[in-house]
Structure formats: structure tokens, C-alpha cells
């Protein structure tokens, strides 16, 4: 038998969002230790590779105003994970943290004791804040263009990795200096060589720039990419500017971001899926998911009739804190043709057209099509995120883990004590 | 909860401080044997300036292996950002329940601005002034959520009531930050916050904005002349002063034995020292100085560095902390579960819910 590539699974906690069905009875607090513990320990007793906290650094806003319809509110992700580094023993710890308002002395420092603390389960997810409205809130302020934030990105890694280095492995403090562009700094280090060499490095985000960021430096790429096509168009890509790099295609993991709803039979799983967008699209949400098209004031719209006649307004977005619609007329005629093709109102209308969940059947069937998506070479596996707070992959652990295994296509057990080791990275080499 | 007859309750902390150690089971054991002795807190020093883990992430990591114990890393302000200090804090209070506290300090050293390349070395002075503000911000920070902003209500779709939420528009002398934090209001309603208040510049960071004071000093008499300047100087600010704990800090070298090594320096008290007031000598003369101390109203308690961690703290709690319990001077079990009720102080009242006002 041949050996099969086993696919990684790491579980989003679904803190700050609009997946979470909040409104659910079973919906926990976002932000009680107990909720990181529990995801955290279900995650473990799955064997998944890691557990994965997002990042955002100023609540958004809406017509001015702090958008109320979300959850909102989290904890900062290294603390957490340092605390949960002390109950978990082989999950892989990853914080998503800006390269944008931070520093890199500061940071890989962060993350280096992170990586001491947990015995070399640490992950940074490198993100690239985009907007002045999250720099009101620090020092340096203002924000970066797109070439401009990955150009600091880059700068910001290499720094953090030649810190990480700076120490020779016998454990001697060595002097340390940078000069760049973003960056001028000199001294020596606060810690010595990690338990996995180096904390893994994540990226996250979709653009050109992103990819050949990802291509040059991660280890991970978290894309949205849910689909098989565009799933295989991206693997693809990016797996191919790798050798440009010097790096071979299993030095980076490609994991899209997905979620999973189950059934005891396809109906049930499909009406389950349905219950749950309808959840999470309230007729607030449904009208705002409108507006941020638009760009105007639909306050006044029915969300069970039907979508305005007028054309969305080009220039100003009502939102702030998040991205906008590249271009709003262009969605909002896809929008009004699904609308008068299926006769649907304005709440079943973005229900229908946005974010529908990546897998829906019973566990055999989500099994069977996780496992085609790692063989066609879409996915080199997944990043788990669950309608629910803390709870949502538990059913996913007891019922489709199990079957994973029985094809072979996922861990029977832990081989190694490190995130790199659960990846399948290599230790990097000292570059004394 | 202070006692109903002169002196207050006895607060005992202890450094965790280590040269070298890089994984968690150096600090939490030593935690958990803090723990044991009832101890209101464990500290955690830091500076980007010498080799160590992060602070707060170590005491994050203990959070969960211990239950009652109050956790105070040392945080730097000069170089970190306000948002990122006050948002650790936070979670940290989160992350243990309650127990967690912030000692404020500075980074005065070319060397470790270097390490940042944003800004030169500044004087103590200037500083310290800048820490006060980010002890102000912070509290804004932590009240810029208030305690029943989550309202999870399905009528009308909001998870959160906006009118709870409070942008704090802090424009500081180095800095500016607009809000909310990221964080709700964590459980302490503030986090406990200490600063070393012996050098000039921190006394009035302290007296303004500390709730616990460390004080490095030899005598009973000097402690007392401090305690009692800093309480007048937290009434001009306005504070209720029996809202700030005043701690004597010393090194402690227990050495072996139960009685003072060397005679005339344990029995005779601390003596100065490079590294601060040390204390040599046996547990139980170090019971007698802290309770004499304590009883004459020098000090509200001590913060204790043992020269050698293991060593000496195994000693102080086994020795110096059980001979205090025995004579009833010092809690046998936690009362409460927040570091606030170990200290006997409320828990603060939200600035922005007593206004009432939108954000
Ligand atoms: C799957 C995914 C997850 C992301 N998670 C975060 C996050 O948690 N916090 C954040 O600030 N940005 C996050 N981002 C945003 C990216 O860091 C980046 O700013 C954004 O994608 C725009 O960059 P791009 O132009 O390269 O796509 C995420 C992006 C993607 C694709």
C-alpha cells in the first residue's frame, strides 16, 4: 500500500464575527477561558494540527456608529494561547498579529517565549493592516499601501527570523543589527533558539502581493479559497512560484478556511445548513449586507421584499474596519438577477448569494469529499470554522475525524511533540 | 475588608524572578508553591534590556495551573504600544479570572531603545510621565466596554448595546488612541496595578494610579515616612488614600537554619545593597521583622525576591508563611478569588457607566 499525504486540520475559534449563530442556545461566551479551553481540548482529542485565533485591533464601525450586529469583543491571541499552552500538550498554537502596528524586537520576542512556553507549538499568522481607522488606535498611526504593507511584512519577517536565529544553538546570546527600510535596529536577543527552530509562519490573504509574500517566507497559507476549481486554481498557483524561491511544493501548506455542516442523512445536513444562514442573516444583517453594497442609507427597506431599483453609490462606504466591494454595480446586478430569477427578497437574496457553508452532507459524504479535495490537489487540508461557541466541533471530532482515519487520510495519533513535526515541516537550519 | 481595629491585613507577595529559565515548569512550580502559602500575588519582572521570556505571557501560561493567586508581570510602557499593554492586561485578567495585576515600568537605556529604533533614550522623568498616562489610558481602555455592553438580544439583532461602548479619545503628550479596546471590560473591572514607587519620578505615577506601592527600603521608620507621604499624595489626587497598599520590598537570603547567619543583619534587619534591601538571615526572624513592621504600621506588607528561587521560597512559605498563619497574622485560605479581594479593594466603578453617556 502506498503511503497516503495525510491532510492537517487546525480549528478557528469562531470569536468575533457573523458565522457564530449567537442567537443559538448553545452559543457560549466569546471571550471565558472555558470556551478557548473547550475548542481547544476538542481540537487536541481530534488530533488536529492546530487551533487558529484571529486578530482584529478596533471594533468595526457602521454609519459612523460601532457595528452592534456581530459578536464583538475578544481577548489579545498570545495570552490566550500562552494560557492554553498549559492545559494541551501537542496542539499547535497560532496567533494572527499585525506586521503593520507592531514591532519586530517586541513581537518575535512574543512569539519566541510562546514557542518556549507550549515546547515548540508556536504559529503568527502575519496580517497586513490596510486601513488609517485600525492606526488611530496606535503610535505610528496612518497605514500602508498594499505594496508598502507586504514590503514591511517581508522586512518584519526576515527581521523576526534573523532574531529567532540570533542565538547560536549551544545557547550563546550573539549581537544582532538590521538596517532597512522599515527597520533599524541593533542589540541582542532576549531568548535563546525556539524548541521548533523557528515559530511557523502563517499568511493569510489573497491578492498577488500576498501570494508571492506567502511563496517567499510562509510555511501556511490560509485562503478562502472553498471551492474545488478555485481551490485547485490557487494551490496551483502558488504551489508554482514556489521553486522561484528555492523551495519545494510540501514547504508550504495550503488550508482553506471552511465550514462543515452534518446530517444524520443529505436532507437533514442540507436543512440544517439552511436553518443556520438563515440564523446567521438576520433581517439587520440581510439590509446591512445590502447597504455595504449600495454604499446608501436602505434602513428603510423591507428585508422580505424586494431589492432596491436603484443603483449603488460608487464612492463612500458606510463600513469602516473592514474591506470594501471592489466593484458594487457589478455585484449588486448579480444580485437583483438572483432576486428576479428565484423570486427571492432581500434576506433570502444574501442568504442565497453569500457565504453559504463549504460542506454539507453526512459524515461519510464530507469525509469522502475533504479527502478529494487533498487528492485533486485543492487543499493540503483545512481550517475548521464552526457555527458555534465552543462547541461547534465537537460533532465534527466524534463523527468525521473517526472516518478520516479509516481511509487513511488523517493522523491515528500524534508522531511528534511539534507543530513543524505535525506539518510535516523540516526544523530550518541554522543560519549562523 | 481591612481588619476593624487598627492595622490592616497583611499582604505577602513574591518574585518569581530566575536568571535563565525559558520553559513553563520553572515558573509555574514555584507558583503553585506561592499558591500553597496563600500568598496575595506572584511577580514577574521584565526589560527588553537582559535575556528572559516575556512576563505576562509566563504568568498567562501559569493562569491555568494555579486558582487563586494574583499574577503580576512587569510591562514596560516606553516601547510597547498603550493599545497592545492594556489589551494583554486585559486578557490576562481573563485568562486566570481575576487574578491578574500590571507592575508599570520604564525602559531609560539607549540600548534598548536600539532594539526598537523608533525612539532615543529618555530621561526617567519624562517617562514616567508618559507611564502615568498610559496608566490612564489603560483605565479608560478597560472601561471603555461597560460590564453589560453584551446584550445579546434576538428582537432586535444586536449582540452588542453601542451606547455601552465608549470611544476614549485619549490625546496623551507621545500619543494618541481613539478606542474601544478590543477586550470587554475584563473581570477586576481594573486589573491591579503596581509601580515601584522608591525613585521620585514613579512616586507620583504610584500615588495617582497604582493600587498597590512597592517601597525598597531598611528601616521601619523610612517605610513609614513613605507610606505615609504617598496616602497624602493619593487624597490631593483626589483617591480615598486606604485605597493604595504600600508594600516593603526586600531581597531575601534565608540561608540555612532557623535563626540570623550572621549575627547583627537578619535580627539587626535589612541592610542596602546593590540589588536593593536584602534580608539575611532565618524564616523565622524575617516572620518577626514582617510582623513587626506590619504591626506599627510601616508597611500594609511585603514583596519578597529570594536570592535563590527555589531555595528560599519554599523556605518562606514553609517557614516564615506558617509561623505567621499560626499567630494569626496572616490568611490561612483565599476568602476571595480576585486579586482584588486578596487586597481587600473594590472593584472599581465604571467612568464612562456613572456619566451615562453615548460614546
Ligand atoms: C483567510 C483570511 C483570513 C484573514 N484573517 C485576518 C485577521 O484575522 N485579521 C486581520 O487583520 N486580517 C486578516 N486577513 C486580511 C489579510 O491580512 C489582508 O489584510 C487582506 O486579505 C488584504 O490583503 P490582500 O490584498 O493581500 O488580500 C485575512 C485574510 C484572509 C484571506
Known amino acids: ?432 | 475588608m481591612t481588619a476593624p481595629h487598627g492595622r490592616g491585613l497583611l499582604h505577602l507577595a513574591a518574585a518569581l524572578d530566575q536568571q535563565a529559565a525559558f520553559d513553563a515548569a520553572s515558573y509555574v512550580g514555584p507558583a503553585q508553591l506561592a499558591e500553597r502559602g496563600g500568598l496575595d500575588f506572584v511577580t514577574l519582572g521584565d526589560t527588553f534590556a537582559r535575556p528572559g521570556p516575556d512576563a505576562l505571557a509566563v504568568l498567562s501560561r501559569v493562569a491555568p495551573a494555579t486558582r487563586r493567586i494574583g499574577l503580576v508581570p512587569t510591562v514596560t510602557t516606553t516601547h510597547t504600544e498603550p493599545f497592545h499593554v492594556q489589551a494583554a492586561v486585559a486578557t490576562l485578567d481573563w485568562v486566570s479570572r481575576g487574578r491578574a495585576g500590571w507592575q508599570l515600568d520604564v525602559s531609560t537605556t539607549e540600548g534598548e531603545a536600539r532594539l526598537f529604533g523608533r525612539r532615543h533614550a529618555a530621561p526617567a522623568d519624562a517617562l514616567w510621565r508618559e507611564a502615568g498616562e498610559i496608566a490612564e489610558v489603560a483605565a479608560r481602555l478597560w472601561d471603555s466596554w461597560e460590564d453589560d455592553a453584551e446584550i445579546r438580544d434576538e428582537a432586535t439583532g444586536r449582540f452588542v448595546d453601542r451606547d455601552k461602548l465608549h470611544h476614549v479619545d485619549f490625546q496623551g503628550a507621545t500619543f494618541f488612541v481613539k478606542g474601544p479596546s478590543i477586550v470587554p471590560r475584563p473581570p477586576q473591572g481594573h486589573p491591579v496595578r503596581v509601580v515601584d514607587a522608591t525613585e521620585g519620578p514613579a512616586r507620583r505615577v504610584a500615588a495617582r494610579h497604582a493600587d498597590v506601592a512597592l517601597v525598597r527600603v531598611v528601616g521601619p521608620a523610612h517605610a513609614r515616612a513613605v507610606r505615609a507621604e504617598l496616602r497624602d499624595a493619593a487624597a490631593k489626587f483626589g483617591r480615598d488614600a486606604d485605597t493604595l497598599r504600600v508594600l516593603g520590598s526586600l531581597v531575601v537570603d534565608l540561608g540555612d537554619g532557623e535563626r540570623a547567619a550572621e549575627p547583627g543583619h537578619g535580627g539587626g534587619g535589612p541592610r542596602q545593597t546593590a540589588q536593593g534591601p536584602l534580608y539575611r538571615g532565618g524564616p523565622v526572624d524575617l516572620a518577626e521583622l514582617i510582623a513587626a513592621w506590619h504591626a506599627s504600621e510601616a508597611v500594609d506588607g511585603f514583596h519578597l525576591t529570594p536570592v535563590e528561587p527555589h531555595r528560599d521560597l519554599e523556605r518562606l512559605v514553609n517557614g516564615t508563611v506558617a509561623l505567621l498563619q499560626h499567630r494569626g497574622l496572616f490568611r490561612t485560605f483565599y476568602p476571595g478569588s480576585t486579586l482584588r479581594e486578596h487586597l481587600g479593594l473594590a472593584r472599581p466603578a465604571n467612568q464612562y457607566a456613572v456619566t451615562g453617556g453615548a460614546s
Not at chain 1, 350 to 373: C, H, K, M, N, Y
Open chain 1, 1 to 432: 500500500m502506498t503511503v497516503r499525504t495525510r491532510m492537517h486540520l487546525a480549528a478557528h475559534f469562531p470569536g468575533v464575527n457573523s458565522t457564530t449563530v449567537w442567537t443559538d442556545p448553545r452559543s457560549k461566551s466569546q471571550i471565558d477561558f472555558a470556551s478557548f479551553e473547550h475548542l481547544a481540548r476538542t481540537a487536541e482529542r481530534g488530533l488536529f494540527d492546530f487551533f487558529f485565533l484571529a486578530e482584529g485591533l478596533r471594533p468595526r464601525e457602521y454609519k459612523g456608529r460601532i457595528h452592534d450586529l456581530d459578536v464583538v469583543g475578544r481577548p489579545e491571541s498570545i495570552t490566550v494561547l500562552n494560557a492554553l499552552a498549559a492545559v494541551t500538550e501537542r496542539l499547535g498554537l497560532a496567533a494572527t498579529v499585525d506586521a503593520t502596528f507592531n514591532e519586530p524586537y517586541e513581537l518575535a520576542r512574543r512569539l519566541a517565549t510562546l514557542d518556549h512556553l507550549s515546547g515548540g507549538r508556536a504559529a503568527w499568522n502575519v496580517v497586513t493592516s490596510s486601513d488609517a481607522f485600525t492606526g488611530e488606535n496606535f503610535r505610528r498611526g496612518g497605514f500602508l499601501d498594499r505594496a508598502d504593507r507586504y514590503a514591511r511584512a517581508a522586512e518584519f519577517v526576515a527581521t523576526a527570523r534573523d532574531l529567532w536565529d540570533s542565538w547560536t544553538p549551544e545557547g550563546v546570546a550573539r549581537p544582532f543589527a538590521h538596517q532597512g527600510r522599515h527597520f533599524d535596529i541593533a542589540g541582542e536577543f532576549g531568548l535563546p533558539r525556539s524548541p521548533q527552530g523557528q515559530p511557523v509562519v502563517i499568511q493569510a490573504g489573497d491578492s498577488d502581493e500576498g501570494r508571492e509574500f506567502a511563496a517567499a517566507t510562509a510555511d501556511v497559507v490560509f485562503t478562502r479559497r472553498g471551492t474545488l476549481d478555485a481551490g485547485r486554481e490557487f494551490y496551483a498557483d502558488v504551489k508554482g512560484r514556489l521553486a522561484t524561491y528555492g523551495r519545494s511544493p510540501e514547504d508550504l501548506k495550503i488550508m482553506p478556511g471552511v465550514t462543515v455542516v452534518l446530517g444524520d442523512t443529505a436532507a437533514d445536513a442540507r436543512e440544517r445548513a439552511a436553518e443556520i444562514r438563515h440564523r446567521q442573516v438576520s433581517p439587520q444583517n440581510a439590509l446591512l449586507a445590502l447597504e455595504r453594497i449600495w454604499g446608501v442609507d436602505l434602513s428603510s427597506y423591507d428585508p422580505d421584499g424586494p431589492l432596491p431599483d436603484i443603483d449603488p453609490e460608487p464612492a463612500p462606504a458606510l463600513a469602516r474596519g473592514r474591506v470594501r466591494v471592489a466593484d458594487p454595480l457589478a455585484v449588486a446586478e448579480r444580485w437583483r438577477a438572483l432576486s428576479r430569477a428565484k423570486g427571492l427578497s432581500i434576506r433570502q437574496t444574501v442568504i442565497e448569494a453569500s457565504g453559504r457553508q463549504s460542506f454539507v452532507g453526512t459524515p461519510e459524504t464530507v469525509a469522502a469529499e475533504l479527502d478529494e479535495f487533498v487528492t485533486a490537489g485543492a487543499a493540503d487540508g483545512f481550517i475548521l470554522v464552526p457555527h458555534l461557541t465552543p462547541g461547534g466541533l465537537d460533532e465534527f471530532v466524534d463523527r468525521v475525524v473517526p472516518l478520516l482515519q479509516e481511509r487513511g487520510a488523517f493522523r491515528t495519533e500524534y508522531t511528534g511533540t511539534t507543530l513543524r513535526s505535525h506539518l510535516g515541516l523540516p526544523e530550518p537550519v541554522w543560519k549562523g
